[in-house]
């Protein structure tokens, strides 16, 4: 599974969204959402930024968790130097 279907697959998780709530909020199939969730697919740089504007339409605090779980190895690298 790709980083990103693993860091939606514990957002999904943790704030009891569901795939359909994500999904229709995306304007998507359910099942897409469950493509990556369960690694078939991974969603492209295009699609991560969707899913986080979907996620922070639901929930802000799952929308910044999943960008902190996706990026978060980059962006703390990066203070670091």
Same mark, same amino acid.
């Given at each position: 599974? $790709?980083?990103?279907?693993? @860091? &939606?697959?514990?957002? &999904?998780? %943790? #704030? =009891?969204?569901?795939?359909?709530?994500?999904?229709? %909020?995306? $304007?998507?199939?359910?099942?897409? *959402?469950? /493509?990556? *969730?369960? $690694? /078939? %697919? +991974?969603?492209? !740089? +295009? %699609?991560? @930024?969707?899913?986080?504007? @979907?996620?922070? $339409?639901?929930? =802000?605090? @799952?929308?910044?968790?999943? *960008?902190?779980? #996706?990026? !978060?190895?980059? *962006?703390?690298?990066?203070?670091? =130097?």
């Amino acid at each position: 599974m $790709g980083k990103a279907g693993e @860091a &939606l697959k514990q957002v &999904l998780a %943790t #704030y =009891s969204i569901s795939q359909n709530k994500l999904a229709v %909020t995306m $304007g998507i199939r359910r099942w897409d *959402v469950g /493509r990556w *969730v369960h $690694g /078939r %697919t +991974d969603p492209t !740089g +295009d %699609t991560i @930024a969707e899913i986080t504007k @979907a996620l922070q $339409g639901i929930n =802000s605090e @799952a929308a910044l968790e999943f *960008v902190r779980l #996706y990026l !978060g190895d980059i *962006v703390q690298g990066e203070e670091d =130097s």
